[in-house]
């Protein structure tokens, strides 16, 4: 072989040597974080955009680098595993689940390999979801906010507000696995208050007019929204029947006071949101779900509508108003 034609091959085969792990690089797929909610799209409008500001922080943009594919239940737990399964069949890098303990269990059983990151009310080690908080071992982590014993607290907040009710109303989903946790709790907080409960249940949005109804004829003098998912799904079908029927409510996030809600007593729920993308956004970087301590969200806020109690005639007593983190005018 000549010289000439010795270099000239050599040097294209280490052309070749560079070019092609180039390309290759190139044309790396972008990552799938599949979203799986129980909930329905309408309800979480802004938690979804503070989730999708916890990714872009750790460094993922939809569109640019990464992909998102949601899967909405729209309060049908029965079609949870099928959306899981789905969402492993497409081959997710990453799947986060919102909407209490359902959706996470749904996605256990579809995959035992396929990081998880979830958002719960919740405790996670309680409910099976982890071993432990801090070495959640598996596949598995996430955000616990801690609603689910949140009952009693909301209904001393409501009692300051209607101090002469006689009776006070608990909307449940009956659904919901954490229900009857949820039920005792708040039960409990009423007899040590010595005021009546009626528990009134609702376990889809047609069920709501009823649920109202039956509250009104009760006489309740004022009303505790159960953490639910469902809830928070139809959010402003439940504050609009709430200012139809008169009832003082008391709701569990600030979303429902912002849109218009009396009061709120709750965890952030943008928060717990945006760490939920934080958290995949590290797994997309090479975290291991097994060293990713589940993160709790402990920051609870108090926010009170002064122009829902105008229109109900009711007046905020002073410490209430002192204590409380935002008053919407």
């Known amino acids: 072989m000549r010289r000439r034609e010795f270099i000239k091959l050599t040097s294209g085969a280490a052309a070749s040597s560079?070019?092609?792990?180039?390309?290759?690089?190139?044309?790396?797929?972008t990552p799938l974080v599949g979203v799986l909610h129980s909930g329905a799209a309408a309800g979480f409008v802004s938690e979804i955009a503070a989730f999708r500001r916890g990714l872009k922080d750790g460094g993922y943009i939809e569109g640019q680098n990464v992909a998102l594919e949601f899967r909405w239940a729209n309060s049908r737990p029965d079609v949870l595993p099928q959306l899981a399964s789905d969402l492993v069949q497409r081959r997710a890098?990453?799947?986060?689940?919102?909407?209490?303990?359902?959706?996470?269990?749904?996605?256990k059983a579809a995959t035992t390999t396929i990081p998880i990151v979830f958002n719960t009310g919740a405790d996670p080690v309680r409910a099976g979801l982890v071993a432990s908080l801090?070495?959640?071992?598996?596949?598995v982590t996430g955000v616990s906010f801690l609603v689910e014993q949140l009952g009693s607290k909301m209904l001393g907040l409501l009692r300051e507000l209607v101090p002469h009710a006689t009776k006070l109303g608990y909307l449940a989903n009956p659904g919901n696995p954490n229900a009857p946790r949820q039920v005792a709790d708040t039960q409990a907080a009423a007899q040590a208050l010595g005021v009546g409960l009626e528990i009134v249940n609702a376990s889809q949005p047609g069920d709501l007019d009823k649920a109202f109804a039956t509250l009104t004829e009760r006489r309740v003098g004022g009303l505790v929204l159960s953490a639910d998912p469902l809830f928070g799904s139809v959010s402003t079908q439940v504050i609009e029947r709430a200012a139809a029927h008169r009832i003082p409510t008391i709701y569990y996030r600030r979303e429902f006071a912002d849109e218009g809600g009396l009061v709120s007593y709750g965890t952030s729920a943008t928060e717990s949101y945006s760490q939920v993308g934080n958290y995949a956004g590290r797994i997309l970087k090479g975290a291991?779900?097994?060293e990713l301590p589940v993160f709790q969200v402990v920051k609870f806020e108090l926010v009170l509508n002064l122009k829902t109690a105008k229109a109900l005639n009711?007046?905020?007593?002073?410490?209430l108003s002192a204590r409380a983190n935002d008053v919407i005018e």
């Open 93 to 107: 890098a990453v799947i986060v689940t919102m909407g209490g303990n359902a959706p996470v269990l749904a996605a």
């Open 134 to 139: 801090n070495r959640p071992g598996g596949n």
């Open 18 to 29: 560079i070019v092609w792990p180039l390309a290759a690089r190139a044309q790396r797929p």
């Open 314 to 319: 009711l007046e905020i007593p002073p410490g």
């Open 288 to 290: 291991d779900p097994r």
